[in-house]
């Protein structure tokens, strides 16, 4: 694994997550779980999906007059362009699609889970067909626990009293809802 590509690799994170850098890096996985996609798919489909959301990312700081604004960080991007670019370049792709998928479901709830039939009868089997843990902390350090506000079941005790206390969720989850 390269440094450049696992540089990319957490800046596809964050995108497809939401989450912070300092949070995925936090959790001690993301090395881990970019082997597993590399293991799980080839490293031509990683690389693939590097490029695309590198693409994705050039494309979101492209202004409406068409300028590049060439602006490296992350935070000056347009959101909704970018979201735009990650739906045509990846989400909506046959090969890429699935696989990106795959990598919000590893990084939220810690576990590959295998590619559709279709996939790996055009792509190729390796792992991908079969869904599994990357490490027993995989669990524990779930982003789906950050984004509902509780603590993993058997893993990490809340509290006493914490179950007299609703779930705390983040605003910016809601998308307009009430609590």
Not at 66 to 83: E, M, N, S, V, W
Request: with cysteine.
């Amino acid at each position: 694994m390269t440094a450049p590509q696992f540089g990319e690799f957490l800046s596809l994170s964050v995108d497809l997550t939401a989450f912070e850098e300092t949070t995925l890096l936090g959790t001690g996985l993301a090395r881990h779980y970019l082997a597993k996609v590399r293991a799980a798919c080839g490293d031509e489909v990683v690389t693939a999906l590097l490029d695309a959301h590198r693409a994705a990312r050039a494309e979101a700081a492209v202004d409406a007059c068409g300028h590049d604004r060439a602006l490296p960080d992350r935070a000056l991007l347009d959101r909704a362009l970018l979201d735009r670019a990650l739906r045509h370049r990846i989400f909506s792709d046959d090969r890429l699609g699935p696989v990106a998928r795959n990598v919000i479901k590893l990084w939220y709830a810690g576990m590959w889970c295998a590619l559709p039939p279709e996939w790996i009868d055009c792509y190729g089997a390796r792992s991908a067909a079969d869904t599994s843990a990357v490490t027993a902390a995989a669990y524990q350090e779930g982003l789906l626990w950050r984004a509902i506000g509780a603590n993993p079941p058997g893993a990490k005790a809340p509290g006493y009293g914490s179950w007299a206390q609703p779930p705390r969720i983040e605003h910016r989850y809601l998308n307009g809802a009430t609590k």
